[in-house]
């Protein structure tokens, strides 16, 4: 399979559904995606568990689906 978007650059600033999954399709597709989360408490969606942990382990397994194939990264925009 070709890789479509090779070379191609997104920044993800998404939480929640819809847009993290889009982005997901982009990764799929070969470019590179960089998620950027808040400092500290990270995306809010990375929180919300599955209700039963001997599955799932501590995240929610649609949130670990949902942001394969992306490179994390959290900023600090309220100090130098």
């Known amino acids: 399979m070709q890789k ?11 939480q ?16 590179d995606v960089i998620k950027e989360e808040c400092n500290g408490t990270g995306d809010i969606y990375r929180g919300m568990t599955f ?8 995240e929610l397994p649609c949130f670990m689906a949902w942001n ?3 490179r ?4 600090d925009i309220k100090s130098e």
Do not use: E, H
């Open 4 to 14: 479509a978007l090779k070379g191609v650059k997104v920044l993800d600033f998404s």
């Open 16 to 31: 929640l559904l819809q847009d993290p999954y889009a982005t997901q399709m982009l990764g799929d597709l070969s470019a």
């Open 51 to 58: 209700f039963n942990k001997w599955i799932a382990g501590n």
């Open 68 to 70: 394969r194939n992306k």
């Open 72 to 75: 994390s990264l959290t900023i």
